[in-house]
């Protein structure tokens, strides 16, 4: 059977370049753990230098991201049937379709990653789409997909903070973001920047990470679970729905729904796979193999035997090791129903504002 190249993990033991932003590994990778278990890390530290403290991250762990999961950074439920990627896209059209997004329209993809989602997006509804991102690596991963793929035409990018894009009011014609507006450190700001430059009686669709009602802050495995969580993933702190919807209308938005999709999946009467099934991974293919944790530990094990032999970045392992802390405790708070990747909300701007 031929082993497709993307299958390999080539991407991930790229050589830095000098003066790149974060060109030494090992550094970055304990930089970006001490803001979450050094002796003075805090919630409030976090949130003051998040904008660093991202772009650390994804300076890591964008490689690994391609390699493990596509081009498309975010998760999704399953239908029974259905493959991996159908969902991932499937998950990406829901939001097109209640964004109201079509033909002629310009829409903008809030933290668009290497633009997987936008290249779907755009396909599918015909629109042009602006990727937000802060990140220079990962936009020029995104364009060179996009020059592959002939669709340089539909999407462009700004390198910019979601938070503080600097375009103009009332221009765009609605926005999205996929499990990524979970990075800003102020809710509040971060929608009211978005309400401000999208078009009166367009809409703002996105999928929260948040914790659910059945977590409890006085359970010491949930709050290790939350902060593994936090940790793997870069974010400040995570919130509930009610926040995020709360947050929606101090922002001058219209909630017109708001719910957990992965839940409303795993309780309806459609045989489904649960959004953190990847992550458990599956014996049977060779994709399923690299997210199993004996897969991971294979990846982790041969980031070291190639750093030793100096082809690898120094810093690779520990790297893996941030995601390994990640996907275990992704995956435990699935299990136990006290964190969603996708709460949805639909958030109208008043033709009036």
């Given amino acids: 059977m031929?082993?497709?190249r993307e299958s390999l993990p080539f991407q991930i033991f790229r050589k830095r370049n000098a003066g790149e932003t974060?060109?030494?590994?090992?550094?970055t990778a304990d930089r970006f753990r001490d803001r979450f278990d050094g002796k003075d890390a805090t919630v409030e530290g976090r949130k003051s230098e998040a904008t660093t403290m991202v772009n650390e991250y994804y300076d890591l762990v964008t490689d690994f991201y391609e390699y493990g999961w596509g081009q498309a950074f975010h998760f999704a439920p399953r239908y029974e049937g259905e493959s991996f990627y159908e969902a991932i896209a499937r998950h990406e059209f829901f939001l097109a379709l209640h964004g109201g997004f079509k033909s002629g329209m310009t829409v903008l993809d809030l933290g668009c990653g290497v633009g997987g989602p936008a290249r779907n997006i755009a396909r599918f509804a015909g629109c042009n789409v602006i990727g937000v991102n802060n990140n220079e690596y990962q936009i020029g991963r995104a364009?060179?997909?996009?020059?592959?793929?002939?669709?340089?035409?539909?999407?462009n990018y700004a390198k910019t903070d979601f938070c503080n894009t600097g375009f103009e009011s009332n221009a765009y014609d609605g926005a999205y973001a996929i499990e990524a507006t979970c990075h800003a450190t102020d809710k509040v700001k971060c929608y009211s920047e978005i309400f401000r430059v999208i078009k009166p009686g367009s809409c703002f669709v996105c999928y929260e990470w948040v914790v659910t009602d059945k977590y409890d802050h006085s359970n010491e495995e949930h709050r290790r679970i939350r902060h593994g969580i936090e940790l793997g993933n870069s974010l400040p702190t995570l919130e509930t729905g009610k926040q995020v919807v709360a947050a929606m209308e101090a922002s001058g938005f219209v909630v017109e729904?708001?719910?957990d999709v992965c839940e409303r999946f795993e309780s309806g009467p459609a045989?489904?796979?649960?959004w953190y099934n990847p992550l458990e991974g599956s014996y049977m293919t060779l994709n399923g193999l690299k997210a199993t944790p004996v897969g991971r530990m294979v990846t982790s094990t041969m980031c070291i035997v190639l750093e030793a032999l100096r082809l690898a970045p120094k810093g690779s392992h520990k790297t893996t090791q941030i995601l390994e802390e990640a996907a275990?405790?992704?995956?435990?708070?699935?299990?136990?129903?006290i964190f969603t990747p996708a709460f949805f909300v639909k958030a109208r701007k008043p033709l009036d504002a």
């Fill in 22 to 27: 974060n060109e030494n590994v090992e550094a």
């Fill in 2 to 4: 031929a082993v497709k």
């Fill in 271 to 274: 045989k489904n796979i649960t």
């Fill in 143 to 155: 364009r060179r997909y996009d020059s592959r793929l002939g669709l340089s035409h539909l999407l």
């Fill in 328 to 337: 275990v405790n992704l995956v435990r708070g699935g299990q136990l129903g």
């Fill in 257 to 259: 729904d708001s719910y």
